[in-house]
């Protein structure tokens, strides 16, 4: 398949048939927040999908940053997945453990970095499993591939970018984050950080967007979220979030729509909240 026509989202079906092909990489993407309590590596170990490398969006990120799991310089990232053994010509097929969370910014920062093949297996591993479907056990090593990366900034917001989208309007901000957390009457699990958002910024939180099977809701059910949260699907926007990572799911559904006038704001709430000077509404 052309990078062209690869789909945003794959059916756990359409991955189950084609795993024995050597260009299809699926790569578990979990990641959790502590206070959830749950081990993404060592559930890798006890149960993946076969052929599944695991991917740490904490360890490939730039490291010297003070804020988590930033993306990293094109040629680490570059040398993180070929070490996974992915190439260039692979088509990358990322899930995680949560049925879609994370696997969505690991999604992004494929895309990111100049790679189109890239999918997201809909309804993760919960959905792989519920359907008795082939897991492995235990670590996973494949030969090194070359892969190089290309930075596409065009989908991409640094927080000098957001001062001044937010300092002169025009373009719309939409927040994955929780409302009680947008609104500013929920705490943020990170210590130390108010909670709040950034002034004329929107509001869907980025479950809304799941069915309760945790697949990704149809087109048609997933327009009138976007429309009914204020944003017009006519006009650019950028997803944030609390840390980059739920942004990724709005990023993706907007994606999964058609729309392509999109950007990712890799600080996030994480970032901007950290600011002294950062302007910050409640409701």
Same mark, same amino acid.
């Given at each position: 398949?052309?990078?062209?026509?690869?789909?945003?989202?794959?059916?756990?079906?359409?991955?189950?048939?084609?795993?024995?092909?050597?260009?299809?990489?699926?790569?578990?993407?979990?990641?959790?927040? $502590?206070?959830?309590?749950?081990?993404?590596?060592?559930?890798?170990?006890?149960?993946?999908?076969?052929?599944?490398?695991?991917?740490?969006?904490?360890?490939?990120?730039?490291?010297?940053? $003070?804020?988590?799991?930033?993306?990293?310089?094109?040629?680490?990232?570059?040398?993180?997945?070929?070490?996974?053994?992915?190439?260039?010509?692979?088509?990358?097929?990322?899930?995680?453990?949560?049925?879609?969370?994370?696997?969505?910014?690991?999604?992004?920062?494929?895309?990111?970095?100049?790679?189109?093949?890239?999918?997201?297996?809909?309804?993760?591993?919960?959905?792989?499993?519920?359907?008795?479907?082939?897991?492995?056990?235990?670590?996973?090593?494949?030969?090194?591939?070359?892969?190089?990366?290309?930075?596409?900034?065009?989908?991409?917001?640094?927080?000098?970018?957001?001062?001044?989208?937010?300092?002169?309007?025009?373009?719309?901000?939409?927040?994955?984050?929780?409302?009680?957390?947008?609104?500013?009457?929920?705490?943020?699990?990170?210590?130390?950080?108010?909670?709040?958002?950034?002034?004329?910024?929107?509001?869907?939180?980025?479950?809304?967007?799941?069915?309760?099977?945790?697949?990704?809701?149809?087109?048609?059910?997933?327009?009138?979220?976007?429309?009914?949260?204020?944003?017009?699907?006519?006009?650019?926007?950028?997803?944030?979030?609390?840390?980059?990572?739920?942004?990724?799911?709005?990023?993706?559904?907007?994606?999964?729509?058609?729309?392509?006038?999109?950007?990712?704001?890799?600080?996030?709430?994480?970032?901007?909240?950290?600011?002294?000077?950062?302007?910050?509404?409640?409701?």
């Amino acid at each position: 398949m052309s990078a062209a026509g690869t789909p945003v989202l794959v059916a756990t079906e359409w991955l189950a048939e084609r795993l024995s092909e050597p260009f299809i990489k699926p790569v578990d993407a979990s990641w959790y927040l $502590p206070h959830v309590n749950r081990d993404a590596k060592a559930e890798f170990e006890a149960a993946h999908i076969p052929g599944a490398v695991f991917f740490d969006i904490d360890a490939v990120s730039d490291t010297a940053s $003070p804020y988590p799991h930033m993306l990293p310089a094109p040629d680490e990232f570059g040398k993180a997945v070929g070490a996974l053994g992915i190439g260039n010509e692979d088509h990358v097929v990322v899930y995680d453990g949560a049925g879609l969370m994370s696997a969505a910014r690991v999604w992004w920062m494929f895309k990111v970095m100049g790679h189109e093949r890239v999918s997201v297996l809909n309804g993760g591993f919960p959905k792989w499993q519920r359907e008795h479907r082939h897991v492995k056990a235990g670590t996973v090593s494949r030969k090194p591939a070359s892969f190089k990366a290309r930075l596409d900034k065009s989908h991409l917001r640094s927080l000098d970018d957001m001062r001044t989208l937010i300092e002169r309007g025009g373009q719309q901000v939409l927040d994955a984050r929780a409302k009680g957390r947008f609104d500013g009457t929920a705490p943020e699990p990170r210590p130390g950080l108010p909670s709040g958002h950034m002034p004329g910024s929107l509001n869907l939180p980025f479950d809304q967007l799941l069915a309760e099977d945790g697949t990704v809701k149809k087109k048609r059910e997933l327009k009138p979220l976007f429309e009914g949260a204020g944003l017009d699907l006519q006009k650019p926007a950028v997803t944030t979030c609390g840390s980059g990572v739920t942004a990724a799911v709005l990023y993706l559904a907007l994606t999964h729509l058609g729309k392509e006038d999109l950007a990712l704001y890799d600080g996030s709430w994480a970032e901007w909240a950290a600011q002294k000077d950062a302007p910050i509404e409640t409701a």
